[in-house]
């Protein structure tokens, strides 16, 4: 476990790999409201280099890294005179990922954050994980990794974060099951003709958080709460057929375990992605969220329904991707990146997404990769490599006909 920095009165040294997004965002709003608890080593973009810039002259970071060689000009011109160090490309995000920090911040999307986390990962200190498409296309080596290196995990997803704060660790034999809630996201009440025609401007409405466009889409598509279900699987150590994924518009209960004995834990909250990254940044303290409180009272009705298979194909295949093993889950979030890129596009429409997913996670399953385990970062970069190909050709072929 790391030491609480805070307990000894050091600042505590972080690193946030994404800074610019959503989740990169929230975190810095907390960050630059106790300045004197926290130290920036560094923070990365992917090529929003100007926001990169100011969020690092503000915070005094070290280093600034955009992983688009294109933005490197930018990057460099924004921090003239600062003193902050300028850097390049993703292997210099990866270097600016293992430069000793207490806790890292990993939320960079999709699986080009999997070789940052990897190598924040193996500093051996605290990793609070939002990138939760690392866990799908590697889980089995990820956790290997974090094992190995002593590193202490902390689920930011509000959902394991929700499951991590009522999780019974030293005596997980206690445990039934997991409910994994999920608000059902824009097109929870449509029906599939009426999601055939969705735009991206529709999809990317969330009725209830605000967030990056692909986790938009996937939330419309529920391929978020399949991904988030294989996360739960390597996060927590349970079987498939014990998480249960309940659909609860509200969005109060962020997730729960079911004990042997009936009892069933939860934690509640507003909807605001500051109360589990404020408990990530604190942990194993709790820190002050400018959050919206929870109002029972006025909140009234909390709703449950179990969700429909049949308008959100991503939960069976999913599943599937799971129980098949080795590499599908791989094939499986990469081809699922590929088809929401086209979609945001408006190359393919919104249903062509799980159609893509699952020809290419068989395409990939019955080709020479599909046999390969995921023990090594080569292997599932090979696969997610060739995921993608087959996945664009696919889209390609859809945006066509
Ligand atoms: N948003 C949420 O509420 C939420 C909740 C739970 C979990 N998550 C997870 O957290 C992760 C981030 O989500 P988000 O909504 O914050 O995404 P986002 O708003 O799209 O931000 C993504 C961040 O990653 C950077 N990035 C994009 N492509 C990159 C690449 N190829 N190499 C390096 N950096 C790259 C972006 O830089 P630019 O700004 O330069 O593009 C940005 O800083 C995702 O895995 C998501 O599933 C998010």
Known sequence: MAVNEAATGAPRRLTILGSTGSIGKSTIDLVSRNRDRYRVVALTANANAEALAAQARDLGAEVAVVADPKAYGALKAALAGSGIEAAAGPEAVVEAAARPADWTMAAIVGAAG???TLAAVAQGRTVALANKECLVCAGDLFMREVKRHGTTLLPVDS????IFQVFDFDRPERI???ILTASGGPFRDWSREA???ATPEQAVAHPNWSMGAKISVDSASMFNKGLEFIEAYHLFGLPGDRIRILVH??????SAVAYVDGSVLAQLGSPDMRTPIAFCLAWPDRMNAPVPRLDLAAQARLDFRD???ERFPALRIVREALARGGVAPTAMNAANEVAVAAFLGRQIGFLDIPAVVETTMNAVMAGPLGNQAVSALEAVLAVDAEARRLAAGHAE?????
């Open 195 to 197: 999601m055939a025609l």
């Open 307 to 309: 969700p429909d298979p």
């Open 114 to 116: 999997l070789a940052p």
């Open 159 to 162: 959902e394991h974060n929700a």
């Open 249 to 254: 518009p509200q969005s109060v209960i962020h």
């Open 176 to 178: 039934d099951h997991l």
């Open 397 to 401: 072929r859809l945006a066509a006909a």
